[in-house]
């Protein structure tokens, strides 16, 4: 099955946690992963299974002054916080609506800080609405991994990321081979 793991990453938080559900996935599966900007449309046309995250900002997806505004948090706080290289460039909220129509199958998921959907949001529904939008066959629900308030993924997520994948990965190939 090939798969294409999309993310957009500030701190690194959500990079890390895309590279820990491709080493889920990546047992017998071609699977890349790639920065939402690096994204062509051919890459999405010929993934079996499209897995998108990005990080939670003020209740959903990042825009361009909620970028804006974690690259100067990095400026100002930098023995805290590292800004991934290309954070200030396209988004997911600029990308999703760019996907054309595909039957891949796909997944959602995010980071956000650890306290109650009801008071961080999660920008993985807003992925999910927009990946069903755009034909593509959702496999499994919206996952969210943590963060603490210092930015730092809490103890255990890199674990849970790759957990998550090795079960989407079983659930999309029961899917693909219509078990």
Known sequence: MRVLVVY?????????VADGIAKGLGPGNEVSVTEVGHVTPEMVEKADLVVVGGPTHIHGLSKPSTRTMAAD????HPESVTIEPDATGTGLREWLPTLGRSGA????FDTRIDAPA???GRASKRIDRQLRRHA???????ESFLVDKENHLEPGEVERAR?????????????????
């Open 118 to 120: 009801a008071f961080t």
């Open 73 to 76: 948090t990095a400026v100002k």
């Open 8 to 16: 957009e990453s500030m701190f690194g938080n959500t990079h890390v």
């Open 136 to 142: 593509l066959r959702v496999v499994v629900k919206p």
């Open 163 to 179: 957990e998550w994948g090795a079960e989407l990965g079983r659930v999309a190939m029961d899917a693909l081979t219509g078990r």
């Open 105 to 108: 199958m796909a997944a959602a």
